[in-house]
């Protein structure tokens, strides 16, 4: 879990998935610390070689034009019994609005299925992030549940809502 196992990118309609690389971190953290996806993401995460140094997940840098736009990633559960995927998103507060996300997630998913051969994908936005919550729901994911006290965040306790794709409801 953690590696790289992409070679190469991802491709898109609008939209490049390619595995972060040293250059991207300066600009990932300048996006990571906007006020509008600081709100979601704990500034905790910005601390050494972040985000290479952490193997707790494949991390993408999401690349639109030659812009980046902003960072995907997944983590696998390779229980045989339980084998899933989940991921996570932040795209540029600049570029909100343009279908980027959905485009990102749509991406990442068809390569889960596909390539990785997942039937079942996670995601849980904070419940109040309603934003992520309706680009996952315009890709498929369907709210599952809440988890509450899902996250730790600043100096407060979220709830998250747990959202779920399967292979045969991408959209």
Known sequence: MGEVALVGALSGESVMLRPVVADDVPVLVHIMSTPEVRQWWDAADLVDDWPLADSSATRLTIVTGRRIAGMIQYWENEDPRDRHAGIEIFI?????????GRDAIRTLARYLFDQL????????????NETAI???????????GMM?????????????MVMDLLSTELR
Do not use: K, M, N, Q
Request: charged share 25%; glycine share 14%.
């Open 92 to 100: 540029d507060p600049d570029l909100h609005g343009r279908g980027l």
């Open 117 to 128: 051969g997942h039937h079942r994908l996670v995601i849980d936005p904070a419940a109040t």
């Open 134 to 144: 309706r680009c996952c729901a315009a890709v498929g994911f369907r709210p599952v």
């Open 148 to 160: 509450h006290g899902r996250e730790r965040h600043t100096s407060s306790v979220r709830d998250g």
